[in-house]
């Protein structure tokens, strides 16, 4: 199968950074004017976003994530160098609604919950797909945007069940499937 790309909003997503911590906008250009963002932060999104630090760092590992001390967004250089395109603009989705949750005071890392449950992860989730579909993505290919390493493939399917993404069925190799 051809796969057919979701064309992006005119936003900027910089693939070559500095190792420093920079502000937002001015690698993320475009992000303040999106609709996705705007129903984020609502009438705070140019005043949040013009605030909003993102500190690149350059190990192989991790993609993007908030931190829990201050709020600002942290990403992989290496993802941003490397990483696939959707992925990347919805990621930044994804983790505004962490820095939105952390403004809050809501915890972002809250081990009562396993990840795919987590009613933060949740919530910046249903952004994401909301986004996802808005581009016009199918649920084969938002499901295999959810399919994470940190995730087994039971917590994908449960997550894209709880999202309303419907999981492509299951292959068992050498197995007669009915
Ligand atoms: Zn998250």
Not at 53 to 73: A, I, Q
Not at 76 to 101: C, F, M, P, T, W
Not at 133 to 150: A, P
Request: charged share 35%.
């Amino acid at each position: 199968m051809a796969s057919r790309r979701p064309t992006l909003p005119e936003v900027e997503i910089p693939s070559d950074v500095p190792i420093a911590k920079q502000p937002f906008l001015e690698y993320f250009k475009g992000f303040e004017n999106l609709p996705a963002v705007r129903e984020i932060f609502g009438d705070e999104t140019v005043r949040v976003l013009h605030d909003l630090k993102v500190e690149f760092f350059s190990s192989k590992f991790g993609y993007m994530g908030v931190s829990d001390e201050d709020g600002h967004l942290v990403v992989s250089a290496y993802y941003l160098k490397n990483g696939d395109s959707v992925s990347k603009y919805l990621d930044i989705v994804h983790e505004l609604v962490h820095v939105r949750q952390y403004r809050e005071g809501k915890p972002l890392f809250d081990e009562a919950f396993e990840y795919h449950e987590r009613p933060t992860e949740l919530e910046a989730y249903r952004h994401a797909v909301k986004e996802a579909r808005r581009l016009g993505m199918s649920d084969q290919e938002i499901f295999e945007y959810l399919k994470v390493d940190w995730m087994s493939e039971d917590e994908v399917r449960k997550l894209s069940r709880t999202l309303d993404v419907k999981p492509p069925a299951r292959r068992v190799q050498g197995e007669r499937v009915r």
